[in-house]
């Protein structure tokens, strides 16, 4: 189980971090990924953590978001500096076995969903 949190509201040029808390796994085996999904949009990559703790960005957040993770809390995190409006959207995260992925088809357990909205 995925359980993701730390949305909000926040103005543009704000920082945000949400969380995402894992139950029921060996949260160190799985990769991690945020993904977004924008009203009338498709979910889209955001980032990904391997387990090995290796990163990767969409080029839209690229130098502006960080994946993070602590392992000893099962806990996956993504900070998310200089927020503009079009960030706005709910973020999930997901996870698949060791290896890391941008596709949304290749994750295998995702949470809920939290809210991120970026007011101008």
């Known amino acids: 189980q995925l359980v993701e949190s730390g949305g909000g509201l926040v103005h543009s040029g704000g920082s945000l971090r949400v969380s995402c808390a894992a139950s029921?796994?060996?949260?160190?085996?799985?990769?991690v990924g945020w993904f977004r999904q924008a009203p009338g949009k498709e979910r889209e990559f955001v980032a990904v953590?391997?387990?090995?703790?290796?990163?990767d960005y969409a080029g839209s957040v690229k130098g502006r978001f960080t994946i993070s993770r602590d392992n000893a809390k099962s806990t996956a995190y993504l900070q998310m500096n200089s927020l503009k409006p079009e960030d706005t959207a709910i973020y999930y995260c997901?996870?698949?076995?060791?290896?890391?992925?941008?596709?949304?088809?290749?994750?295998?357990?995702w949470g809920q969903g939290t809210q991120v909205t970026v007011s101008s």
């Open positions: 997901a996870t698949r076995w060791k290896i890391p992925s941008t596709q949304t088809d290749e994750f295998y357990t």
């Open positions: 029921g796994l060996t949260f160190s085996n799985y990769a």
């Open positions: 953590i391997s387990w090995t703790s290796l990163t």
